[in-house]
């Protein structure tokens, strides 16, 4: 292209130029000012969209939560009539804090909780509508009457059946059986296999229930042959005792806490039926009489140690008892009674309980090797009381060792004196009444010269905080 | 297939079907269209939706082409000479069309909205179909020479008077009660503005920055890379500022060819390196519409298209006779300016964000008649050229020419 003269001046196009970008100028302005005010660029568009797209995703994700949470709640539903929660009539006072305070370590200012260290409430599965009540062992210990509230809000007072130690479970049975919950029905078709999804259940004291859902990890068998099935569930004090339903909710097992294993596990309910009723069984049968020994089963290992094929073996013999002056004693195992085998411990207690009082009872036994044949005579049931059995106490299981830090506290037996103090097991006594204090017989010794009624301050180390507590008497036996 | 095969195929098919309509004597661009529909998704599904969007770069571009070599017309010794004429006559078949198919479409029971708003899209006439006939025909006459005039006002003169129209409805016919009534009108006052003079004032800064690049460069294929880079940024920056690219690239061959004056041969040119792009252009129309379209045109569709026609010949029989027009092109003009496209069907489309209520009825008889007129339209056009006698019936250009 070659120039050409302009029709106008330069100044003439100037202007139109300069017009032109002014009004491209002025209403690229406005339309931007209208357009962010009413419509959305690509890139806010693009990001609500981004947004929207999230939102969706994680709405669906909340509703296979939420999905998930439903089957729960309804299947819990199902069977939280049943669910009671259990605790031991006559509880201490509530956990009290203590506060200590120092001057060299201002942001440490410590606090303690001086609670009763009581057995927490558990839970308890109704059985039936006679209002037989399955629960944990763990409570059993602590007393004979119980406390038991409803999904409802009501409570009732049960009484104590039986106890089955070894397999973790007590039986109650409420005063009243009116206007009981529905029993959930059971779990009738194939037996739960692994990987199966369960929900253990509980309530707590306050009444509430307690959820959580998780799946069968593994099924393990003891040296007996019991099942006890892993969870893959969380277990908190109140589910020890209370069922385990599956997503239906039908009842599947009992959850027990085993203090052995330091889990929690669920003891199929068949087998926990089975238990309930040698519990009743066992109850039913009232002792007539008793020689006062405590025994138990021979472990495979001792047999072989002990180079008996069976018996049952004396753990302890009650002071004054008829077993007593009869000169049995500990580690003696009864292989005959009244010349019948004794294969198993259980053989044994039907054996001295079921015959009537003042019979002379023929015990062989094996004692350091030899075998001896003992005499003794039974004595009326009703003469016999626990109290004849060493074992009140304070509540304190003492560390044997030595420690300049004090006397270590291995363990406090649930509603003892001990823990109503608010002493806890890792506790150390340091001191009492300003005496240092190294090993458990030098607290022993020292209980022994105090004065027993005069009250006694205890110096206690916990972590890292130390404080008193004030004993109104002295301690008579640990 | 690659696309680029597909570009292949549309080239070579769209000739094949160009040479076999010319043997009933129907332009090229009829035959370039029935291709689209033959690949298109009315019957082989080659050209599906996401081919034709992807391969909208080359309508975009062949509007472009086309509009900007229309805006030539308005180069100022020539405008003295028939502009004033041209605007009048432009104003009565504007106006015939849109009294014509707003009182066909009353009378066949549509509100008023539709009717209006039918009217004025009926207004639109595609340049590039109707100039390709032209082209085609090689014709030359008073005939020719008005239809080139009036093709570009129609351009401007559309776009106003479907804002206008927009404006009114939402004004009378009850649009967002919630909007106060004075920002609506503002909003819309501005955007009717800034669609006519921002696309006008863009296309002659870009205008500008041609000619005084252009009389720099000497060498011929530097000048026409210039033109399409500039052509193709002005379609694309108007997509991008809301302006209309048919008036900015218009604007652009206007200023261009006023500022300087030897830039004639360079529409000339490009008036010869385009076809291909109009031949993909009018295949991706066909393969744009389907012909199920035609089942649900109804009866107001059929009295659309043949209202717009009458309109159209009425408005320009009787301005042509008002104005002193030779005879011809008062016979003639109307039919001549039947084609109606892609515009069009833009327009309907706008729509649906405006006047969503109307936007169904409203795109059922546009698709429908554009379907119609693509075929139809051409070929009157041709008729009326030829009755007019401005066909030449030699080609404009053969192979030992190029």
Redo the contacts between chains.
């Keep these: 292209?070659?120039?050409?003269p302009?029709?106008h001046s330069w100044k003439y196009?100037a202007v139109?130029?300069m017009?032109?970008?002014l009004?491209?100028v002025a209403?690229?302005f406005?339309?931007n000012s209208?357009?962010k005010k009413?419509e959305y660029s690509e890139a806010t568009l693009l990001q609500a969209l981004q947004t929207e797209v999230l939102q969706l995703k994680t709405s669906l994700k909340k509703n296979d939560l939420e999905a998930i949470a439903d089957i729960v709640a309804a299947a819990s539903q199902k069977a939280a009539g049943a669910v009671v929660s259990v605790t031991a009539m006559g509880s201490a006072a509530p956990p009290r804090p203590i506060t200590t305070f120092n001057d060299y370590r201002p942001d440490k200012r410590q606090q303690a909780e001086l609670g009763n260290s009581l057995m927490p409430g558990v839970s308890g599965l109704l059985l039936d509508a006679t209002g037989e009540i399955l629960t944990t062992s763990a409570i059993a210990a602590t007393a004979k009457e119980f406390q038991i509230l409803f999904a409802d809000g009501t409570k009732r007072t049960a009484q104590l059946i039986g106890v089955n130690t070894p397999e973790h479970l007590a039986l109650l049975r409420l005063q009243q059986n009116e206007n009981l919950p529905p029993v959930p029905e059971r779990s009738a078709g194939k037996p739960t296999e692994t990987g199966a999804w369960l929900i253990r259940l509980g309530r707590t004291p306050a009444g509430r229930q307690s959820v959580a859902l998780g799946w069968l990890e593994a099924i393990r068998r003891d040296a007996v042959g019991r099942e006890a099935y892993f969870l893959d569930a969380e277990f908190t004090p109140e589910l020890d005792g209370g069922p385990t339903i599956n997503l239906d909710g039908q009842l599947v097992g009992i959850n027990v806490f085993r203090r052995d294993l330091g889990k929690g596990i669920m003891i199929p309910l068949e087998h926990a039926i089975m238990v309930a009723q040698t519990i009743k069984g066992d109850a039913q049968t009232a002792p007539q009489s008793w020689i006062g020994i405590e025994w138990q089963d021979l472990g495979e290992a001792m047999k072989e140690s002990l180079s008996v094929s069976q018996g049952a073996l004396i753990t302890q013999v009650a002071a004054n008892s008829p077993a007593q002056k009869a000169g049995l004693r500990a580690m003696d195992i009864i292989v005959q009674a009244a010349g019948k085998e004794i294969r198993t411990a259980r053989e044994l207690s039907a054996a001295i309980q079921q015959i009537p009082a003042s019979t002379k009872l023929r015990l062989t036994l094996r004692r350091a090797g030899t075998t001896q044949e003992v005499e003794v005579e039974t004595a009326s049931f009703e003469g016999a009381s626990a109290p004849q059995l060493p074992t009140v106490g304070f509540g304190l299981e003492l560390a044997q060792t030595s420690s300049p830090q004090g006397v270590e506290i291995r363990a406090v037996r649930p509603l003892s004196a001990a823990a109503q103090l608010g002493l806890q097991s890792g506790d150390f006594i340091q001191a009492i009444n300003g005496t240092a204090l190294r090993s458990a017989s030098e607290l022993q010794q020292q209980q022994r010269v105090l004065p027993p009624q005069a009250p006694q301050l205890w110096l206690i180390r916990r972590g890292e905080q130390s404080f008193y507590l004030t004993l109104k008497e002295g301690v008579k036996a640990l | 297939m690659t696309n680029v095969l597909l570009v292949g195929l549309i080239l070579i098919l769209a000739l094949i079907g160009g040479h076999l309509v010319k043997f009933v004597r129907v332009p090229e661009v009829v035959g370039y269209f029935f291709i689209g529909l033959f690949l298109g998704p009315s019957f082989s599904e080659i050209l599906t939706h996401e081919v034709v969007a992807a391969m909208e770069v080359f309508s975009e571009i062949a509007l472009g082409l086309i509009l900007f070599s229309i805006g030539a017309i308005f180069e100022?010794e020539h405008l003295k000479q028939v502009g004033k004429q041209t605007f009048y006559l432009t104003l009565y078949v504007m106006s015939g069309t849109i009294v014509t198919v707003f009182l066909t479409l009353l009378l066949l029971g549509n509100n008023w909205q539709v009717a209006l708003l039918l009217g004025v899209i009926a207004t639109e006439i595609s340049p590039i179909a109707t100039i390709l006939v032209l082209r085609e025909l090689n014709s030359e006459g008073p005939l020719t020479e008005t239809v080139y005039n009036i093709l570009a006002l129609n351009n401007v003169g559309c776009l106003l008077v479907f804002g206008v129209a927009t404006f009114l409805i939402r004004l009378i016919g009850g649009g967002e009660a919630a909007t106060p009534l004075f920002i609506f009108a503002g909003?819309e006052i501005?955007?009717l503005l800034?669609g006519l003079?921002?696309s006008?004032?863009?296309g002659?800064?870009i205008g500008?920055v041609l000619a005084l690049w252009?009389?720099r460069?000497?060498e011929h294929g530097e000048?026409l890379i210039l033109v399409l880079g500039m052509i193709l940024v002005v379609v694309g920056a108007t997509h991008w500022?809301?302006l209309s690219p048919l008036i900015a690239t218009m604007t652009m061959g206007a200023t261009l060819i006023?500022?300087?004056?030897?830039?004639q041969h360079?529409f000339d040119v490009l008036g010869k390196t385009d076809p291909p792009l109009y031949a993909i252009f009018f295949v991706l129309a066909g393969a744009h519409l389907q012909l199920s379209s035609l089942l649900v045109i109804g009866l107001s569709g059929i009295g659309y298209t043949v209202a717009r026609v009458i309109g159209k010949a009425i408005g320009a029989y009787f301005g042509a006779k008002r104005l002193a027009y030779p005879d011809t092109v008062r016979s003639y003009l109307g039919l001549t300016l039947v084609p109606h496209a892609g515009v069009a069907i833009g327009l309907a489309l706008q729509l649906r964000s405006i006047f969503p209520q109307y936007a169904e009825v409203i795109s059922a008889i546009i698709l429908g008649s554009v379907l119609i007129n693509e075929v139809v339209g051409p070929v009157i056009t041709r008729i009326a050229i030829g009755r007019a006698g401005e066909m030449r019936e030699e080609h404009p250009a053969s192979f030992e020419a190029i």
């Design positions: 292209m070659k120039s050409s302009p029709i196009h139109i130029l017009g032109a970008i009004v491209l209403g690229v406005i339309r209208i357009i009413t | 100022f909003k501005f955007f800034w003079i921002g006008i004032a863009f002659m800064v500008y252009g009389k460069i000497e000048v500022l809301g006023n500022l300087a004056k030897e830039s360079l």
